[in-house]
């Protein structure tokens, strides 16, 4: 088993000013590259509107300017792509002061990028931060949503320094494990502030984020049956096979003899992890009554080594793969949400986990054809808090304080040879330029077209089968979507984890949906059939495929109408395959002319910015674009 550093165990050599990641030669890289990210995303989402020069338009790339507040303007090459896309390139990025034809326009220049284009005079500009404050009028944000995103930005770029400063190569990637490549990982492709974890400390950071890769030990408490509750099915159908399963006899001794020491019955108690930042900063002061009646009481750590995963708060155990990762609680602003777990979701997940296995065991096309993995949350423990929990108009964040959800592992449910990666690593490059996918292909043995469609005929047979048989989508972006290779490094089949949060059904009655339960049918949001196509185009073609395809055409020598050309083909062979259910492929049309643009980065500038709510934001929806996969593109 690897060894890892443990987050509990102080080292002489480190103290806490060590700032090894705050090198201004890497600093500069990452700022670059998020400077780019910034005018792409915001120009995708409309945002801002850059405005053509002279060589603009000429093909699929161009040099654009954009207007600062102070008159003048940074310009820089971009090209574009489906669904209306924009790919910057950070070494083109420049200020064209005001003074250089009036009203920081310019011309074209002499000068040239090194590729043979001409580039606009001026000095090159690779500070986001300062973008910002020089644009806050452009992008328009108010002072408060201004200050927050600033501090969102610093944080995020804090983390990209520690990811550059400790970059692998592709090669070195590829060899390790799962649970391992996540702490590599540079974070959502589209959300601009995607490490902003807003409540932590640099403290906090160094130790419990994926990028630190620093494995830990959670500690549990016992909380009394009059204010938890354990739902579970499956092998875990109780509170007793679980800890079996979770536990070390000698770990679950212990338990019983604190509780038994402080004249408390065991019985009367559900055990679960926390995450420390979670009991420190949260649980602590905010559950004290309970904790001061007993019925919240701290017991130790049970020994295994866990690895934050790309979502912070779930956690895989490397001590004990067999065992289930866990997911926690964790009440910081990250991605435009609270990280916290939601009461009745929480409750609601493993009976949400039955009926959506249940679907695919009856089915031979997704369990046998497929072999698609689903790794359920088969067992959770949900704890009220005893004002908030009542209190409807009070933040989301407050009634999301204390809970559990153990899921499924993964390493158990591979064959041997198979190796599993999230979908997230494909648009991954290493510090040689070198992209993670042009790695595996190179593996693989296998054209980039073949794999390419290898890599389709996986993911996407099981995602549209779940939308026109049974009605019902998954979320299925980067983090999400996990890819099960073989031992070629060729793509064989889809797993998809976070269920409860992410699995919507379709608001037009089907037959399918009648074994739903109550307590499903409750808590699984729907939607109309029209948007219910959004989570794969959103979540997998947009959140995913639309970087996937310029890295593919640059590096792989594809061209993106290729790319495209081949998911509409899996598409179409997946209608030819279940004729039966061409009145569901126009339901859930996938291949309409236009989509509606849904926009996270608007939802942080505009729509919600940092203000407290008592319902969780939903992502902003603006305008439309065109559909890549629409016969006519």
């Known amino acids: 088993m690897p060894t890892y550093p443990v987050t509990h165990q102080p080292t002489e050599s480190h103290t806490p000013f060590d700032t090894p990641e705050l090198d201004r030669t890497a600093w500069n890289r990452v700022s670059a590259r998020l400077l780019a990210k910034m005018l792409g995303e915001f120009a995708y989402e409309e945002v801002i509107e850059p405005v053509p020069r002279s060589d603009a338009g000429a093909g699929r790339s161009g040099e654009y300017t954009v207007p600062l507040d102070d008159g003048a303007a940074l310009s820089f090459r971009a090209g574009r792509g489906v669904y209306g896309s924009w790919r910057v390139d950070p070494a083109t990025i420049r200020e064209i002061p005001r003074d250089d034809d009036g009203d920081g326009g310019g011309d074209a220049g002499d000068g040239s990028d090194g590729a043979g284009h001409g580039r606009a005079q001026g000095t090159p500009f690779h500070d986001p931060l300062g973008f910002l404050a020089r644009g806050r009028h452009l992008l328009g944000l108010d002072g408060p949503t201004l200050g927050h995103l600033i501090r969102e930005l610093t944080a995020t770029l804090t983390a990209d320094a520690r990811l550059d400063r400790t970059a692998l190569r592709a090669a070195q990637l590829a060899e390790l494990p799962y649970a391992e490549l996540e702490g590599h990982q540079t974070g959502h492709p589209w959300l601009v502030a995607n490490k902003g974890r807003i409540g932590f400390s640099a403290a906090d950071a160094a130790r419990f984020t994926p990028e630190a890769r620093s494995a830990t030990t959670l500690p549990w408490i016992a909380v009394s049956t009059r204010i938890a509750h354990f739902r579970g099915v499956g092998r875990v159908a109780t509170p007793e096979d679980l800890y079996g399963q979770e536990l070390d006899p000698s770990v679950r001794e212990s338990f019983t003899a604190l509780l038994r020491e402080r004249g408390l019955d065991p019985a009367g108690y559900l055990l679960l992890p926390v995450h420390p930042w979670q009991w420190d900063e949260w649980i602590l002061p905010l559950f004290a009554p309970a904790i001061a009646d007993g019925d919240i009481v701290p017991l130790h750590a049970d020994g295994d080594l866990r690895l934050p995963q790309q979502s912070i708060r779930t956690f895989s155990n490397v001590g004990r793969p067999d065992r289930h990762s866990v997911k926690l609680p964790l009440s910081i602003l990250n991605t435009l949400v609270w990280r916290g777990l939601p009461t009745e979701r929480t409750l609601a997940a493993p009976a949400v986990t039955a009926w959506v296995q249940s679907l695919c065991e009856g089915d031979p096309f997704l369990?046998?054809?497929?072999?698609?993995?689903?790794?359920?949350?088969?067992?959770?423990?949900?704890?009220?808090?005893?004002?908030?929990?009542?209190?409807?108009?009070?933040?989301?964040?407050?009634?999301?304080?204390?809970?559990?959800?153990?899921?499924?592992?993964?390493?158990?449910?591979?064959?041997?040879?198979?190796?599993?990666?999230?979908?997230?690593?494909?648009?991954?490059?290493?510090?040689?330029?070198?992209?993670?996918?042009?790695?595996?292909?190179?593996?693989?043995?296998?054209?980039?077209?073949?794999?390419?469609?290898?890599?389709?005929?996986?993911?996407?047979?099981?995602?549209?089968?779940?939308?026109?048989?049974?009605?019902?989508?998954?979320?299925?972006?980067?983090?999400?979507?996990?890819?099960?290779?073989?031992?070629?490094?060729?793509?064989?089949?889809?797993?998809?984890?976070?269920?409860?949060?992410?699995?919507?059904?379709?608001?037009?009655?089907?037959?399918?949906?009648?074994?739903?339960?109550?307590?499903?049918?409750?808590?699984?949001?729907?939607?109309?059939?029209?948007?219910?196509?959004?989570?794969?185009?959103?979540?997998?073609?947009?959140?995913?495929?639309?970087?996937?395809?310029?890295?593919?055409?640059?590096?792989?020598?594809?061209?993106?109408?290729?790319?495209?050309?081949?998911?509409?083909?899996?598409?179409?062979?997946?209608?030819?395959?279940?004729?039966?259910?061409?009145?569901?492929?126009?339901?859930?049309?996938?291949?309409?002319?236009?989509?509606?643009?849904?926009?996270?980065?608007?939802?942080?500038?505009?729509?919600?910015?940092?203000?407290?709510?008592?319902?969780?934001?939903?992502?902003?929806?603006?305008?439309?674009?065109?559909?890549?996969?629409?016969?006519?593109?």
């Open 367 to 633: 369990s046998d054809t497929c072999g698609v993995i689903l790794l359920g949350e088969v067992a959770s423990v949900a704890v009220e808090h005893p004002l908030y929990d009542h209190l409807p108009e009070s933040p989301y964040q407050f009634k999301e304080i204390l809970g559990a959800i153990w899921r499924e592992p993964l390493q158990p449910r591979l064959a041997p040879g198979e190796r599993a990666r999230t979908l997230a690593s494909l648009l991954h490059t290493d510090p040689d330029g070198r992209s993670f996918t042009a790695e595996l292909v190179a593996r693989s043995g296998l054209t980039p077209a073949a794999w390419l469609t290898r890599l389709f005929a996986a993911l996407l047979p099981p995602l549209l089968h779940f939308l026109y048989r049974y009605g019902t989508v998954f979320s299925p972006h980067g983090e999400n979507a996990i890819v099960v290779f073989d031992e070629h490094d060729v793509p064989a089949r889809l797993a998809i984890k976070d269920f409860v949060d992410d699995v919507n059904v379709s608001a037009l009655p089907l037959p399918e949906h009648d074994s739903m339960t109550p307590e499903v049918r409750g808590i699984l949001l729907t939607e109309n059939p029209a948007f219910l196509t959004q989570f794969i185009h959103s979540g997998l073609f947009v959140g995913v495929f639309r970087y996937l395809s310029p890295l593919c055409e640059e590096q792989l020598g594809v061209p993106e109408g290729e790319f495209w050309s081949l998911v509409r083909a899996e598409i179409l062979r997946h209608h030819m395959r279940f004729p039966d259910l061409k009145e569901r492929f126009e339901i859930f049309d996938m291949l309409t002319p236009t989509i509606e643009r849904l926009c996270l980065n608007r939802n942080r500038l505009h729509l919600d910015g940092y203000r407290d709510r008592p319902e969780r934001p939903h992502a902003a929806v603006h305008g439309a674009v065109p559909n890549p996969l629409h016969a006519s593109t």
